[in-house]
């Protein structure tokens, strides 16, 4: 069999958001999305790209996306991957993609020298829970994201 | 009053490896710490630096350091700002120096035009949370990081 996955390129950009903004509504948050296809292509093949991207493309169709990027850890001193979204359409699920996305992925990670790779979940996900659990990933449950943004951050940063 | 905040220089890793260790004892994780001068260096200094810092000097003692680097929303579409590591020693507390790196860094995300300022904060950490949620952060707490580092990492990618 042919390998699904390979290196995204730009001509998959609108696919690329196709997905995104099915992993959007999928996180019941249909309207989140505010990137473009301009900004992706920025993004990912822009003269100084800050993400990069797997697809896994099956009969033609592109079904799967981990789109990531390199994050640091003070700690361990050197790089990581954070993968920032993961994706496969429901039609192709089952079939392994997911595990072979993440896959590919921690072969890059382990490649580049990365001391982790990690990503978030929802935590009404239990499938996704369960999986990454099965997989050796440890839960940061002691550890919280806070954000500001918008309004609050300009209202901050003045 | 002389401005104490100011971008960090490659003569600073010493002292920011210092405020590194002395966050990690804070954080319960005082071995935790892996990264040397040379690889501080490398990431803020080098000739692709992935992590930037902001010092924090009240007479002539380097008592405060903000370390973050850039991250990407797909949501968004736009970059973003993570804060990895926030300290200010314990005798230069109380005068406001942490939320004059954390708002620095806020006019930092806003001048490059990013969507978020973010970081992570330990469940147990109430003051930090106190005072993050009196700026207006919001708590992700619906998010959990998961984590595939060392040999679960070395595991999964064969």
Request: hydrophobic share 45%; glycine share 8%.
């Amino acid at each position: 069999m042919t390998d699904p996955l390979r290196r995204a390129t730009a001509a998959d950009v609108g696919d690329i958001l196709r997905l995104i903004r099915e992993l959007a509504a999928y996180e019941r948050e249909p309207d989140a999305v505010h990137a473009t296809v301009d900004s992706l292509t920025a993004t990912l093949f822009g003269p100084t790209p800050s993400a990069e991207a797997l697809v896994a493309e099956v009969d033609g169709e592109v079904v799967g996306l981990a789109l990531f990027f390199t994050n640091f850890s003070t700690w361990t001193g050197r790089a990581g991957l954070y993968l920032e979204d993961l994706y496969v359409a429901p039609h192709a699920r089952g079939t392994g993609l997911g595990k072979a996305l993440l896959q590919r992925l921690a072969r890059i990670a382990v490649g580049r020298g990365c001391a982790r790779l990690e990503w978030s979940v929802l935590d009404w996900n239990q499938p996704a829970i369960d999986f990454y659990r099965s997989l050796g990933a440890k839960a940061m449950s002691e550890w919280t994201v806070h954000r500001l943004d918008g309004a609050a951050l300009e209202r901050f940063a003045k």
